[in-house]
């Protein structure tokens, strides 16, 4: 039996304050000992001289991102733009550091207006544009409203991109790894230019700013992660096999990955890089096998094959006191993009999101202890879907909704990435 949804949602309007003095010493003792403790290194590149107002973006891996963040620009606070899911249980606590609620994925104008109050108040807002932790330790799809932003605000843009984060705790296997940690703190656009330089100059240095792959950069700096379950969940991510194609087939413990179809075996080894145990290695680098199946779902978009349907559980979050479970429905993902359908007592749910209205979505793995889910969202409301019967899809799923927003959306780069 579906539950009655509480009258009461997320007041999405109300105005942002700044971090209350008395939080901010609370923000430094939940930061300082962990990044001490891991050693974090900031580059600074043009903001020696640099104060508040600004953008901060900032690159997204795992929860030591906020910690990260709030040491690279102490002792100034920030109004940082959070999910409305870091809001359960703590809705109070958030609004008075400086939180600004978020429906990931959707277009806000409200959240924008939040940002262009704090900026013009003379604060800095922290915002992580990817909108999700890194599936594969490189970067996610930036949206190019990013640039509309900058020129809306008017004030200098400035970069965090960190490394070590993704490697500590990867959202598949969320146990720290002993790594240490490095930031990059760079000025990339100034005041004045952000009144002046093209939409498309602001993106592109944005884009190059946010550029990193943290296996690369494990390898480059030669760190050792020699914890026993290092792989344990990364078939999560690499869900198809590249040895016989089938999809859904990959399993993974300890520091080993296989084919439950073929039996294809491959080691990931203390330094990052992937081993077949017998025969070719198709892939050592593992975001290279993470692009391989990008590469597999944009084919099967353009032969009009690419779609995905089952029964799911579906959970609504109305407010901070956590999540209500709705029942059963049918996701279905295809060339016309999201529908979920569902029959319950107060009527039915019938949510549609075209491929237009998504240049990416969120997903996660063993949320909540549940199962891997996506969230949808619409202004109002947000709904995690659990899928009851497809097995380990929602990578896939991510995948599509990227390369069918490319393809499909007149003005967007048709390739897929190489």
Request: glycine share 6%; aromatic share 10%; hydrophobic share 35%.
């Amino acid at each position: 039996m579906k539950k009655k949804i509480p009258l009461s949602k997320f007041d999405m309007a109300k105005l942002p304050v700044r971090t209350r003095w008395y939080l901010r010493p609370l923000t430094w003792l939940l930061s300082f000992p962990e990044v001490w403790a891991r050693r974090l290194t900031i580059n600074h590149q043009g903001v020696a001289l640099l104060k508040p107002p600004y953008l901060l973006l900032c690159t997204h891996m795992s929860f030591v991102d906020f910690k990260v963040t709030t040491a690279a620009i102490f002792p100034h606070p920030a109004n940082y733009v959070v999910a409305i899911d870091g809001f359960i249980g703590r809705e109070w606590l958030l609004r008075n550091a400086g939180g600004i609620l978020k429906r990931k994925f959707t277009h806000d104008l409200t959240m924008i207006k939040h940002i262009k109050r704090v900026t013009d108040q003379g604060g800095i807002v922290a915002l992580y544009p990817e909108a999700r932790y890194s599936l594969i330790g490189t970067t996610a799809v930036l949206p190019d409203s990013l640039g509309k932003i900058v020129r809306l605000l008017g004030v200098p843009v400035v970069t965090l991109r960190m490394h070590g984060d993704y490697l500590i705790s990867p959202c598949w296997n969320l146990a720290k790894r002993n790594v240490p940690l490095t930031a990059d703190l760079t000025q990339i656009i100034s005041a004045s230019e952000a009144k002046s330089l093209a939409l498309d100059e602001m993106n592109e240095r944005i884009r190059k700013s946010f550029d990193y792959d943290e296996y690369r950069w494990q390898q480059e700096q030669r760190i050792r992660i020699d914890y026993a379950n290092n792989a344990q969940g990364l078939h999560k991510v690499l869900y198809q096999c590249p040895s016989c194609k089938m999809e859904q087939t990959m399993d993974s413990a300890g520091n080993s990955l296989w084919c439950t179809h073929c039996g294809k075996q491959w080691t990931l080894s203390p330094y990052g890089e992937l081993a077949a145990v017998a025969g070719e290695t198709e892939f050592s680098h593992p975001p290279d096998w993470y692009e391989f199946q990008r590469r597999e779902v944009r084919r099967q978009i353009e032969l009009g094959q690419y779609e995905i349907s089952d029964e799911v559980d579906i959970d609504i979050l109305p407010n901070a006191r956590g999540y209500v479970n709705l029942g059963r429905g049918k996701l279905t993902h295809n060339l016309s993009g999201f529908t979920l359908e569902a029959n319950f007592e107060d009527g039915p749910l019938n949510l549609q999101k075209s491929p237009a209205s998504m240049y990416s979505c969120h997903i996660e793995y063993n949320y909540d202890r549940r199962g891997d889910c996506i969230d949808l969202s619409t202004l109002s409301d947000t709904y995690y879907i659990y899928p009851l019967n497809q097995r380990n899809c929602v990578t896939k799923i991510a995948l599509a909704t990227e390369e069918l927003f490319a393809y499909l959306v007149p003005g967007i780069k048709k390739e897929a990435k190489p």
